[in-house]
C-alpha cells in the first residue's frame, strides 16, 4: 500500500457500546444509538479534514507504512479510557480537537505495532535513558511524542495547551508527558 492511506471509517455497534456501558457501571439507554450516530455526523468530516496530514506525518516519524485500507473506528458512550487502539475505539468527546489528539495517539500505537522489531529497539533505548519508569511510563513516553509531533502540524498552539493541559490531568500518563514536555528535543534525536 506505498503512498497510500487508510480510509478512517466511524463505526457504532450496539453490543459494544452496551458492553462498555456496562464495564463502566452506567445504565445504557436506547437513546445512546441515535446521540452517537449524530456524534460521528459531526466528527467524520472533522477527522476527514486532517487525516492525510495525520497519517503522513505519523507514517514520518514513524517510518512504517500504513498497511490497511480501511480502518474501522468504533464510537461509544462509555469507556475507561478516552481511546483503545485495539479494536481501535473512541469514547464519544464533546471537545473535537481533544477527540482527534486521542484518535491521533491510537493510531500511533497501531503504525508503532507494524514493526515489532524496531519498536523493541526503541523501547529498550527508552528504558536505557528512563530506567525509573515505569513500564506504561515508557511506553507512553515514545507515543506521546509521536502524538505530539502529529499535533504541531495539526493545531496551533493554544489548542495544543489545552490538549496537553487535559493530558496531564490524566494520572495515568501524566509522567509520559511530562518527559515528554522536558526532553522533546532530545528526544527527536534519541528516538530515530
Same mark, same amino acid.
Given at each position: /500500500?506505498?503512498?497510500? =492511506?487508510?480510509?478512517?471509517?466511524?463505526?457504532?455497534?450496539?453490543? $459494544?457500546?452496551?458492553?462498555?456501558?456496562?464495564?463502566?457501571?452506567?445504565?445504557?439507554?436506547?437513546?445512546?444509538?441515535?446521540?452517537?450516530?449524530? =456524534?460521528?455526523?459531526?466528527?467524520?468530516?472533522?477527522?476527514?479534514?486532517?487525516?492525510?496530514?495525520?497519517?503522513?506525518?505519523?507514517?514520518?516519524?514513524?517510518?512504517?507504512?500504513?498497511?490497511? #485500507?480501511? *480502518?474501522?473506528?468504533?464510537?461509544?458512550? =462509555?469507556?475507561?479510557?478516552?481511546?483503545?487502539?485495539?479494536?481501535?475505539?473512541?469514547? /464519544?468527546?464533546?471537545?473535537?480537537? =481533544?477527540?482527534?489528539?486521542?484518535?491521533?495517539?491510537? +493510531?500511533?500505537?497501531?503504525? &508503532?505495532? $507494524?514493526?515489532?522489531?524496531?519498536?523493541?529497539?526503541? %523501547?529498550?533505548? &527508552?528504558?536505557?535513558?528512563?530506567?525509573?519508569?515505569?513500564? %506504561?511510563?515508557?511506553?507512553? @513516553?515514545?507515543?506521546?511524542?509521536?502524538?505530539?509531533?502529529?499535533?504541531?502540524?495539526?493545531?496551533?498552539?493554544?489548542? *495544543?495547551? #489545552?490538549? @496537553?493541559?487535559?493530558?496531564?490531568?490524566?494520572?495515568?500518563?501524566?509522567?509520559?508527558?511530562? &518527559?515528554?514536555?522536558?526532553?522533546?528535543?532530545?528526544?527527536?534525536? $534519541? +528516538?530515530?
Amino acid at each position: /500500500m506505498k503512498n497510500s =492511506y487508510p480510509k478512517l471509517k466511524f463505526v457504532y455497534s450496539l453490543p $459494544y457500546d452496551r458492553l462498555l456501558t456496562k464495564y463502566e457501571n452506567k445504565v445504557f439507554s436506547e437513546n445512546q444509538f441515535q446521540e452517537i450516530k449524530k =456524534y460521528i455526523k459531526k466528527l467524520q468530516p472533522k477527522w476527514d479534514k486532517i487525516s492525510k496530514s495525520v497519517y503522513r506525518t505519523l507514517k514520518e516519524i514513524v517510518k512504517n507504512e500504513w498497511q490497511e #485500507k480501511e *480502518i474501522k473506528c468504533y464510537v461509544v458512550k =462509555y469507556c475507561k479510557y478516552s481511546g483503545i487502539s485495539a479494536p481501535l475505539t473512541l469514547r /464519544m468527546e464533546p471537545d473535537f480537537d =481533544y477527540a482527534l489528539s486521542v484518535l491521533v495517539h491510537e +493510531l500511533a500505537h497501531i503504525i &508503532v505495532g $507494524y514493526n515489532f522489531a524496531k519498536y523493541k529497539k526503541i %523501547m529498550q533505548k &527508552v528504558k536505557g535513558r528512563f530506567p525509573n519508569e515505569t513500564p %506504561m511510563t515508557r511506553r507512553h @513516553i515514545y507515543i506521546n511524542f509521536i502524538e505530539l509531533q502529529v499535533l504541531k502540524e495539526l493545531f496551533g498552539q493554544k489548542t *495544543i495547551d #489545552k490538549i @496537553i493541559k487535559r493530558n496531564l490531568a490524566l494520572r495515568r500518563i501524566r509522567k509520559a508527558w511530562q &518527559v515528554v514536555l522536558a526532553e522533546e528535543n532530545n528526544l527527536k534525536t $534519541y +528516538l530515530k
